[in-house]
């Protein structure tokens, strides 16, 4: 199958490998990529026919992929998945109302839906006539366990999530729990800013990481404790799959697909649910044999996240259309 | 008690003079405790003439947080010799995630300096705790029942449904509005929606084509919330498949004009006053059953009214006032 990839992905990124991200899906299915708004701006000097040439091409649509992906469907006869790229609040809320109408055209003139969570289908099926199917992003299991992460003593740290997305509620969160804390920082103003924080909050010491490479950012992970990420988001959860791959517990709402799926035992009630965080937290650091019963259930559902499984969901949606 | 509330509403040429108008928004705390309003960034400016110690003269300012009124909150409490109150005047998202860590760091500094901080949904007071060594507790909003039993008298209900929210042109209007019309023509009832432009109409149209919705009327925002609420009452019943952790005005205004309102519990109002018709914002499938019921079942119609009755109290001048003073003693 000749596949094809359109996403935002910026194009100096394009041709990544084995990371967890959306560039997975290239990787696995052997094909293309490109970069939606550079196409449309004529970048690829191709014209939308172009598109022809490939069996079946994933659009990862963002508000900017949406109009390209309308674009794809009718001016090449090239089979066309979209694959929900953000939370679903991201579409339901958070884009304007005239993208709203096209992403809705666009849901129902292409030929299938890929979702990132179970509780996403009924909602996309209300808007839909297509097939709908989850789909997730594939991990690359093997490099991490072969390559990047071998196994380390683990240190009393918990890394965090997000800075960004709700990474104020981890920080809340953290200060109760009381443990040294990682976070993976976009600027040096980050350490400033928690800095001033501190003078209110009693914030424990916290690890700044600058790692822009996913294999430097694991190899971190690698290291903590335990992950936490109290984020309000209906997504996929790269952060909790992270965490299992490299054998160590996250704590986060049952909203990311990868939580429900392979930590349920350390589903917080929802996103502001600290007492409870806190509470599964202290579980996990005095009781040597919860923290193995949850990292024994996770590895057990570990397969389903793997490039092959994942390739497999997209084939079985392929073949529904 | 001199009271002012500091916002971040649009000018308005009463401010600065008693308030008044008692309508389901957050001005409403200046009409019920007989004082003033004022816009935080224009009163940072100089657009009102005053300096900070102005202040001074008032026994309690609220402060009703955003992203524009963080900085004006600390310099009042820094300037002057007030109580100040900060009230969060949006959803928790709101300030956890789409407010810069810049932001984040001086609300966190307000929030620290400020007598009390008033949350809007209960389970938004751990992590409120968690930022300040101040009281927080939950305040709310107060709703004019008493006029709007006096604009709205029981009517005969018309068979469509009240949407918290729909397509809009202006991004913050936009609340989830893709899953109350999928929910809607799911349901395959009419519906009807406020709309603040013409071309929010256009959207609904558009999308009509994919998606099987009933007739939708529309109804202006423009014409103001007296016109709405009493526009509203002809309804049978609400629906709001919002996603925010809020204190939830679409909730208590289904509940003032007698109609049961389907909405997840992460609208305050919605999880006091319809605990029974609570469902998770992505459940489009349980809101459907429960509008069903809803039609169907005269009685299920009849007890969740009843019930939203006995709770709308809560809600009333009395009680706010109550936890406001509760909060800040």
């Known amino acids: 199958m000749k596949f094809c990839l359109v996403s935002q992905t910026p194009p100096s990124d394009l041709k990544i490998k084995d990371v967890n991200r959306i560039t997975q899906w290239a990787a696995v299915m052997e094909g293309d990529h490109y970069n939606g708004m550079s196409f449309e701006h004529g970048h690829n000097s191709f014209s939308y026919d172009f598109f022809s040439e490939y069996d079946l091409v994933m659009v990862a649509v963002r508000h900017e992929t949406i109009e390209v992906g309308l674009k794809i469907k009718r001016q090449s006869s090239a089979r066309v998945v979209v694959f929900l790229d953000g939370e679903i609040e991201y579409f339901t809320s958070y884009i304007m109302g005239d993208k709203q109408v096209k992403f809705i055209e666009l849901l129902n003139t292409a030929d299938a839906v890929g979702v990132t969570h179970e509780y996403d289908i009924p909602?996309?099926?209300?808007?839909?006539?297509?097939?709908?199917?989850?789909?997730?992003?594939?991990?690359?299991?093997?490099?991490?366990?072969?390559?990047?992460?071998?196994?380390?003593?683990?240190?009393?740290?918990?890394?965090?999530?997000?800075?960004?997305?709700?990474?104020?509620?981890?920080?809340?969160?953290?200060?109760?729990?009381?443990?040294?804390?990682?976070?993976?920082?976009?600027?040096?103003?980050?350490?400033?800013?928690?800095?001033?924080?501190?003078?209110?909050?009693?914030?424990?010491?916290?690890?700044?990481?600058?790692?822009?490479?996913?294999?430097?950012?694991?190899?971190?992970?690698?290291?903590?404790?335990?992950?936490?990420?109290?984020?309000?988001?209906?997504?996929w959860g790269?952060?909790?799959?992270?965490?299992?791959?490299?054998?160590?517990?996250?704590?986060?709402?049952?909203?990311?697909?990868?939580?429900?799926?392979?930590?349920?035992?350390?589903?917080?009630?929802?996103?502001q649910d600290i007492d409870g965080a806190v509470k599964l937290a202290g579980e996990l650091l005095k009781k040597t044999s919860f923290y193995e019963e949850v990292m024994a259930y996770a590895e057990s559902q570990l397969y389903f996240f793997d490039n092959k499984a994942a390739k497999k969901r997209l084939l079985d949606l392929f073949n529904k259309i | 008690?001199?009271?002012?509330?500091?916002?971040?509403?649009?000018?308005?040429?009463?401010?600065?003079?008693?308030?008044?108008?008692?309508?389901?928004?957050?001005?409403?705390?200046?009409?019920?405790?007989?004082?003033?309003?004022?816009?935080?960034?224009?009163?940072?400016?100089?657009?009102?003439?005053?300096?900070?110690?102005?202040?001074?003269?008032?026994?309690?300012?609220?402060?009703?947080?955003?992203?524009?009124?963080?900085?004006?909150?600390?310099?009042?409490?820094?300037?002057s010799k007030t109580k100040v109150i900060?009230?969060?005047?949006?959803?928790?998202?709101?300030?956890?995630?789409?407010?810069?860590?810049?932001?984040?760091?001086?609300?966190?500094?307000?929030?620290?300096?400020?007598?009390?901080?008033?949350?809007?949904?209960?389970?938004?007071?751990?992590?409120?705790k968690a930022l300040t060594t101040r009281p927080v507790g939950l305040v709310g909003l107060p709703f004019p029942l008493k006029r709007v039993r006096q604009m709205c008298p029981p009517v005969q209900k018309q068979e469509e449904?009240?949407?918290g929210s729909s397509i809009s042109s202006f991004l913050i209007h936009n609340r989830n509005a893709l899953i109350n019309l999928a929910a809607l023509s799911e349901i395959g009832m009419p519906g009807v929606v406020n709309i603040w432009e013409p071309i929010e109409m256009e959207y609904v149209r558009s999308i009509r084509e994919y998606l099987p919705i009933q007739q939708i009327k529309f109804r202006y925002n423009n014409l103001g919330w007296d016109h709405y609420i009493t526009q509203a009452n002809y309804s049978l019943l609400g629906l709001h498949l919002d996603n925010r952790y809020s204190w939830g005005r679409f909730p208590i205004d289904c509940a003032a004009?007698?109609?049961?309102?389907?909405?997840?519990?992460?609208?305050?109002?919605?999880?006091?006053?319809?605990?029974?018709?609570?469902?998770?914002?992505?459940?489009?499938?349980?809101?459907?059953?429960?509008?069903?019921?809803?039609?169907?079942?005269?009685?299920?119609?009849?007890?969740?009214?009843?019930?939203?009755?006995?709770?709308?109290?809560l809600f009333s001048y009395e009680q706010c006032k109550m936890r406001l003073f509760n909060l800040i003693s």
């Not at chain 2, 006053?273 to 079942?297: Q, T």
């Open chain 2, 1 to 79: 008690m001199k009271f002012c509330l500091l916002s971040a509403e649009p000018y308005h040429p009463d401010h600065g003079k008693i308030y008044t108008i008692q309508q389901n928004n957050t001005n409403i705390w200046a009409a019920i405790m007989g004082g003033t309003v004022y816009n935080g960034p224009l009163f940072d400016r100089g657009d009102y003439g005053l300096d900070y110690d102005y202040f001074d003269e008032f026994d309690l300012v609220m402060l009703a947080l955003r992203q524009e009124t963080i900085e004006v909150g600390i310099k009042v409490k820094q300037r």
């Open chain 1, 123 to 235: 909602i996309i099926k209300a808007m839909t006539t297509r097939p709908v199917g989850m789909v997730g992003v594939p991990f690359p299991l093997k490099r991490v366990r072969e390559e990047l992460c071998p196994q380390v003593e683990k240190k009393q740290v918990i890394q965090l999530g997000s800075m960004l997305r709700n990474g104020f509620i981890n920080l809340a969160a953290l200060s109760e729990i009381g443990l040294p804390g990682s976070i993976d920082m976009y600027s040096r103003k980050d350490e400033e800013y928690i800095r001033l924080m501190r003078k209110y909050m009693p914030i424990p010491q916290i690890y700044f990481n600058f790692t822009p490479r996913w294999e430097d950012y694991i190899t971190q992970l690698n290291y903590s404790f335990m992950g936490l990420h109290l984020d309000f988001r209906q997504i």
């Open chain 2, 257 to 313: 004009v007698r109609m049961p309102c389907v909405a997840p519990p992460s609208l305050y109002t919605q999880k006091i006053l319809f605990p029974r018709l609570c469902v998770p914002h992505r459940d489009i499938e349980g809101a459907v059953a429960l509008v069903k019921k809803l039609v169907s079942d005269a009685d299920f119609y009849e007890e969740v009214i009843s019930y939203a009755e006995s709770q709308i109290e």
């Open chain 1, 238 to 271: 790269r952060f909790a799959l992270d965490c299992a791959a490299v054998k160590i517990p996250c704590i986060a709402p049952d909203n990311f697909y990868t939580q429900k799926r392979l930590f349920p035992r350390l589903c917080v009630k929802n996103y």
């Open chain 2, 86 to 128: 900060v009230f969060l005047d949006a959803e928790v998202d709101y300030f956890t995630t789409y407010t810069p860590l810049s932001l984040k760091a001086k609300m966190v500094e307000l929030l620290n300096m400020a007598d009390a901080v008033a949350v809007l949904h209960d389970e938004s007071v751990p992590f409120f």
């Open chain 2, 161 to 163: 449904i009240e949407l």
